[in-house]
């Protein structure tokens, strides 16, 4: 008695198994992050991000010639911002000269083909470490929706290609884009965060900016009056639904591994590019158990990536971006 079929069979070597593999990845398939900083000469290791590193614009500009040989194409760009120049209202975002706009020019002369996404959120600029302005002990949308959209203008001059905006608050891809068409950029994209928890997964990343939550008397230190809880599922179809009808061409789920449902549930229900955001925590694990030698860091960097993929993300946002290509080469 035989079983007539045996699936080991399409497992056997190394041959049989690539030729019917499911899930491929490339270089194509990344966003990288990048963090700058001002100054001069600057590759700054991040304490919580073994291997990661701010770059000054000098520096930025090589990296990015790097990464373009290496096959990455697309960058997520986020800013570290001078304490002093922090406030409530993020007025240095707007700044034409600011270390963002000045960013994205040094990408666009460096590697003119390079696709130049910025992040387009308060915290950095918050002296409150919150993505919105606050008043009266409240987190305020729509002022704070009206913010972003001048930033956005604001990279876009700059020359961004796309924008990014990563706060949560309600209706600000159609403030964002009713202000990108008033403005002419048609041809400007947004990828919106449409899915993004209020996640202790971003510690490393508000280490690398600075842009932590402070203690306030009247405003929580954390972000759940914007960012989702992550006890939600149909939530995540619904914020990302409503991104789509305001005009997002690319939506987001963030963070990633722990949310590879909320993927698979987004990718079935929409026809957008879906993105998603292996983040700064699941990083920094990563690094500290292979640090360890509890895991083997290039096994789990490839499992890891492999499995946003099969979960559905068209789109992988990743510091590892880097190291899986060199890998895959
Ligand atoms: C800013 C922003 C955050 C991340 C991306 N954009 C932090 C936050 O929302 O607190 C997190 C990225 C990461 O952890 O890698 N709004």
């Given at each position: 008695m035989y079983?007539?079929?045996?699936?080991r069979r399409l497992r056997t070597n190394e041959a049989i198994r690539s030729l019917v593999r499911e899930t491929i990845i490339t270089p194509n398939d990344f966003l990288i992050p990048l963090f700058v900083?001002?100054?001069?000469?600057?590759?700054?290791?991040?304490?919580?991000?073994?291997?990661?590193?701010?770059?000054?614009?000098?520096?930025?500009?090589?990296?990015?010639?790097?990464?373009?040989?290496?096959?990455l194409k697309s960058v997520l760009l986020?800013?570290?911002?001078?304490?002093?120049?922090?406030?409530?209202?993020?007025?240095?975002?707007?700044?034409?000269?600011?270390?963002?706009?000045?960013?994205?020019r040094t990408v666009k002369n460096a590697c003119p083909?390079?696709?130049?996404?910025?992040?387009?959120?308060?915290?950095?600029?918050?002296?409150?470490?919150?993505?919105?302005?606050?008043?009266n002990g409240q987190i305020i949308n729509d002022e704070t929706a009206e913010v972003l959209a001048e930033m956005s203008i604001s990279h876009v001059q700059a020359g961004a290609d796309f924008v990014a905006p990563s706060d949560m608050m309600d209706g600000r891809i159609l403030t964002i884009r009713?202000?990108?068409?008033?403005?002419?950029?048609?041809?400007?994209?947004?990828?919106?965060?449409?899915?993004?928890y209020a996640s202790a997964f971003y510690g490393p990343f508000?280490?690398?900016?600075?842009?932590?939550?402070?203690?306030?008397v009247d405003i929580p230190k954390d972000k759940k009056t914007y960012q989702m809880d992550y006890a939600n599922r149909f939530e995540a179809v619904r914020e990302t639904e409503m991104d789509i009808?305001?005009?997002?061409?690319?939506?987001?789920?963030?963070?990633?591994?722990?949310?590879?449902?909320?993927?698979?549930?987004?990718?079935?229900?929409?026809?957008?590019?879906?993105?998603?955001?292996?983040?700064?925590?699941?990083?920094?694990?990563?690094?500290?158990?292979?640090?360890?030698?509890?895991?083997?860091h290039d096994q789990i960097m490839m499992e890891t990536t492999m499995a946003f993929k099969r979960a559905g993300a068209d789109i992988i946002a990743s510091y590892f971006a880097k190291d899986v290509v060199k890998l895959l080469s």
């Open positions: 079983p007539l079929r045996r699936n900083v001002e100054g001069k000469d600057i590759k700054d290791e991040i304490p919580s991000m073994p291997n990661y590193f701010r770059y000054s614009l000098d520096l930025l500009e090589n990296e990015v010639k790097v990464l373009w040989k290496l096959g986020f800013v570290k911002v001078t304490d002093s120049l922090k406030d409530n209202k993020g007025t240095e975002a707007l700044n034409p000269d600011g270390l963002m706009q000045r960013a994205v083909d390079m696709l130049v996404m910025t992040d387009v959120a308060l915290d950095p600029y918050s002296a409150y470490g919150h993505d919105g302005i606050i008043e009713e202000a990108l068409e008033d403005e002419g950029f048609n041809n400007t994209g947004i990828m919106s965060y449409s899915a993004k508000r280490d690398a900016l600075d842009s932590a939550p402070v203690d306030l009808d305001e005009g997002a061409d690319i939506v987001m789920v963030k963070p990633g591994i722990s949310y590879l449902d909320i993927v698979r549930e987004i990718k079935n229900d929409v026809d957008v590019p879906v993105a998603v955001y292996q983040v700064s925590g699941e990083y920094a694990m990563i690094k500290a158990a292979a640090e360890k030698g509890w895991l083997d």
